[in-house]
């Protein structure tokens, strides 16, 4: 269909859950969503190869001829129920609105003809409810691939395409470093894209959005590179595991090298670096750690420990670095604004 037959809005339609239509079965459409893929269609001259899904509840007649095509029959009077696709149509009548030169844009479309509200309601169901979204982990290693594109193509997209795109790239560049030096303590530890667990301990999912707090928008981080940022992380977290030898010894004991470690950890690692003066040495880092009465010891990370009752959600992890930050900053001086202070 084009989408000028798509902005029949009297005829085609959406079967909106009301309180005067309490058969409904959809939400109303997202003015975000929708403008987005009119920016989309608009700005990246972006097409839409997946069908919309539209129902008629009347039954038709379909008039084969050869090879199985044929003439299918929709009388005039006749409403037509859009089962999946509200978005892209209300930001196909955006673009309309706009350029009335996309009345001509093709977007293709699948009809059934189900004569039963309930069975059109539950294909709707079973399309939102089965679905398999890109995984998190491949999803973010072609995000990094998006960074290449020039500025002008990113701003297009769609913002639930580009989320991240500012730090995502550097910070998996950083965990694939640090996953493959041998002098660190997750040396082949972080589990990457269609590999099997095995002896890893961590997803580069988790590694990779842990590092948030360090890549983006961070004053003192903004003008390292993932070599330097690679240095410092392992220098760090081979001055905890001296700090704490049996929670590495002993991973699967320990929750140290386990998501709350490592978000609540790599959380608390500017503050630490900040502490450590101008050169920023593993002896220095865990000297400034050492002054943690709590912390950094093999018992308060054990799975039996204070963090292992914690929990595993990010309230949790919340919770257990403002302990960290209290700790650390008891026995360490305030924090100082400095300008770069990588010295190797």
Known sequence: MTAKQLSDLKRIKVDIFKRENEEGYQRESSDKRSEEFAKYVINAKGISPVSILINVRKKLTFER??????????PDDTYMWIVDGQHRRQGLLIAIKDREEYENYQIPIVITNLTKTYEEAKQFIIINKTQKGVRSDLAERLLSKLFEEPEGILSQLPSTVTRGITWMPKAIEVSEKINERKDSVWYKKIRFPNEPKLTTLSSQKSFTESLRP??????????????????LLVRYWNAISELCPNAFRLPQEHLIQKTIGIFTLHRLFPLVISYCGEK????????????????????????????GLAGSNQKAFSIIYKKLLDYLEEDNVKKTKRKRLFEL
Do not use: C
């Open 65 to 74: 001829r050869i090879g199985g095509y044929g003439k299918l029959s929709i």
């Open 214 to 231: 360090i890549i983006f928008k961070n004053e003192i981080f903004e003008s390292y590179n993932a070599e330097e940022i690679t240095e």
């Open 280 to 307: 920023i040495s593993k002896e220095r880092i865990r000297e400034v750690l050492s002054k943690m009465e709590k912390g950094m010891n093999d018992n308060y990370w054990s799975n039996n420990g204070q963090i």
